[in-house]
C-alpha cells in the first residue's frame, strides 16, 4: 500500500509526497526544511525515510527546501538537465544533484520525467509505477496538455493536475496585462477550463482519483476550481465518488494521506 499527499500546494510552494514500505520521495521541495518536516510528522512520516527529491523546473516554489533537506538528510536531487542548471543558486557544492535518467527505481517506485511547457529552462512532471503496476503522475506548471502529458496522465489511476487560475478573475484581477498574457500562453499554467476539459477523457481511461493542484491564491479559488471540474466531469455522465473521487490541494494542506 502506497502513501500520496500534496503537503502544499500554489505560488507560495510545492512539495509532494509518495511513499512506500521501502520509503518515501518528494516532488519538488519548495517551502522549508522545516515546514516539510512538520508537515510529514504531522502525517506519522519520518523525514529520515525520504530516498529522494525530484524537482520539476527550478522556480523557487519548487526549490526553496532542497539545499537543506537535501543535507540533512544525504538526498539525491533529480532533475532535467536545464532544471540542474537553473538550480544553482537553490543548491550547493554539497548537494547530490542528479541527472534524472530515463526512468530510476527509488523506494519501490519506478520514475519517469515528462517533458512540460512553461517558462523554465527544462520543466517535467513525473510519472511513478508502483510495484503492483498502478500509476501516479504530478502536473503542474505547463501551459498547455501535450499529447506525451495527455498520454502520461491517461494510463494512470492517481492524477495530481494543476488547475491554477480562473480566466475571468485572471483578466478582471490586479496582475499586469503582461503577466497576465505570460500565465495564459503557452508557457505558462493551466486554467480551470483547461483541466476540466481534460478531466472526463482521464476518468473515462481509467484515473480514479484526481487532485487539482497548484491554484493561484489571487486568480482562483478552491470553490470555484472544484466546481468546474465537477461540472465538466458531470456533462460526460460521469459521478463524483461512484465514477471518480475529487481533491482540492490547498496552499498548506491539512489533507490526510490518500492511500493508493
Do not use: W
Not at 151 to 156: A, K, V
Request: charged content about 20%; aromatic content about 4%; proline content about 4%.
Amino acid at each position: 500500500m502506497a502513501q500520496f499527499c500534496p503537503l502544499f500546494s500554489g505560488s507560495s510552494g510545492n512539495c509532494t509526497y509518495l511513499g512506500t514500505a521501502a520509503g518515501g520521495i518528494l516532488i519538488d521541495a519548495g517551502v522549508s526544511a522545516k515546514r516539510i518536516e512538520t508537515a510529514l510528522l504531522s502525517r506519522q512520516i519520518n523525514p529520515s525515510a525520504l530516498k529522494a527529491i525530484f524537482v520539476t523546473h527550478e522556480h523557487t516554489d519548487h526549490t526553496n527546501g532542497v539545499r537543506v533537506l537535501a543535507k540533512r538528510y544525504g538526498l539525491p536531487v533529480y532533475a532535467s538537465a536545464g532544471t540542474l542548471t537553473g538550480m544553482e543558486r537553490a543548491v550547493d557544492v554539497t548537494t547530490d544533484l542528479r541527472l534524472m535518467p530515463q526512468e530510476v527505481d527509488i523506494a519501490g517506485v519506478g520514475v519517469r520525467a515528462v517533458a512540460l511547457s512553461h517558462d523554465a529552462r527544462q520543466p517535467t512532471g513525473y510519472e511513478m509505477t508502483l510495484a503492483d503496476g498502478r500509476k501516479l503522475a504530478v502536473v503542474t506548471d505547463t501551459g498547455i496538455v501535450t499529447d506525451e502529458i495527455r498520454r502520461t496522465l491517461m494510463r494512470c489511476d492517481v492524477v495530481l493536475l494543476e488547475s491554477n487560475h480562473d480566466v475571468g478573475m485572471l483578466r478582471n484581477g490586479s496582475y499586469p496585462y503582461v503577466l497576465q498574457e505570460r500565465i495564459l500562453g503557452d508557457h505558462g499554467h493551466l486554467s480551470n477550463d483547461t483541466c476540466a476539459a481534460l478531466l472526463p477523457y482521464l476518468v473515462e481511461g481509467g484515473v480514479t482519483h484526481i487532485v487539482l493542484g497548484h491554484l493561484s491564491r489571487e486568480n482562483n479559488t478552491p470553490e470555484l476550481a472544484r466546481r468546474t471540474a465537477v461540472t465538466r466531469l458531470a456533462q460526460a455522465g460521469l459521478r463524483e465518488n461512484l465514477d471518480y473521487r475529487l481533491y482540492v490541494a490547498q496552499p498548506e494542506s491539512d489533507q490526510p494521506l490518500m492511500r493508493v
